[in-house]
């Protein structure tokens, strides 16, 4: 199976993420084009969807705080090209500065850089976003089998492209 492509009208839109995955190891990657942030269109994840993955089990934000559904999500932007240390109640979804090519480039600055803001059981994780400079990209981000916080065993799962949006830190609170 393959993801779908999605695209938005004038005004603010609403894209409901679900899905994403074609078995408990596969994901469906989907395009979303003309998301637009100044329009307050908005993107949200079914976490029923997300922890059919085998690669999650519990969804938290990136400071270790449990999320459910309906919750209200902060955005916290990191640059993760260097050591970061994640306070505790520091934000829900990552933000991350820089330039990535792909998932891998970003798991390895991961794994040489961060520290989350409490202990991550296995396969515990959070939404991510990181961009190329033309395109931006959502991801699940997961612990690969070691409790602890720091994230030297992350793993990085692509969810969704949003064509056009060059810089995924321009992403606020009001676009989830």
Do not use: H, P, W
């Amino acid at each position: 199976m393959y993801g779908s492509s999605l695209t938005g009208g004038a005004g603010a839109d609403d894209f409901k993420i679900l899905n994403t995955n074609s078995s408990t190891t596969a994901v469906n990657t989907d395009t979303i084009t003309d998301f637009t942030v100044a329009q307050t269109d908005q993107i949200s994840f079914s976490l029923a969807d997300l922890q059919k993955l085998t690669v999650l089990t519990n969804l938290e934000g990136v400071d270790g705080t449990d999320l459910g559904a309906g919750n209200t999500i902060s955005v916290l932007e990191i640059d993760a090209t260097a050591t970061v240390d994640i306070a505790a109640s520091a934000g829900d979804f990552a933000l991350f500065t820089g330039t990535y090519g792909s998932a891998s480039e970003l798991q390895a600055d991961l794994r040489a850089n961060f520290t989350v803001g409490a202990t991550f059981a296995s396969a515990d994780g959070f939404v991510a976003f990181y961009d190329n400079g033309v395109n931006s990209t959502a991801a699940l981000i997961t612990t690969g089998g070691t409790d602890d916080t720091l994230m030297d065993d992350a793993v990085v799962t692509d969810l969704v492209t949003l064509e056009g949006l060059a810089d995924c830190s321009t992403l606020a609170a009001a676009n989830f």
